[in-house]
């Protein structure tokens, strides 16, 4: 059994930083994509970031290009983001997710229908 755990939310100040973590266990990895989205509420769960788990491709979402960055222990079967210059804008709950039959050229990545198995989410509010 997939299992994804995040952890590292919480309050923070506008400018401010948080990094967050996700455990993967149940499965092997080698092959996947591993994302990260959020949902704000009233929103739909928008994408942030992805991360091929074994060339380390990355791709992000405009709104968080050159704040965020994502990366993966391998050893520790671990997935972060890092997210630096925060906004209020970027309240949401963050979720981690495993998409185990990445796409590299259509660009479907964003959509959280490509994705297997999801966390259970972790807040992250931002204050202004």
């Known amino acids: 059994q997939v299992q994804l755990v995040e952890s590292g939310g919480g309050l923070v100040q506008a400018g401010g930083s948080l990094s967050l973590s996700c455990a993967a266990s149940?499965?092997?990895?080698?092959?996947?994509?591993m994302g990260w989205f959020r949902q704000a509420p009233g929103k739909e769960r928008e994408f942030v970031a992805r991360i091929s788990w074994s060339g380390g491709r990355t791709d992000y979402a405009d709104s968080v290009k050159g704040r965020f960055t994502i990366s993966r222990d391998k050893a520790k079967n671990t997935v972060y983001l890092q997210m630096n210059s925060l906004k209020p804008e970027d309240t949401a709950v963050y979720y981690c997710a495993v998409d185990f039959s990445p796409d590299y050229y259509r660009g479907s990545y964003y959509r959280p229908r490509e994705y297997d198995y999801w966390g259970q989410g972790t807040q992250v509010t931002v204050s202004s």
């Open positions: 149940g499965r092997t990895f080698s092959s996947a994509a």
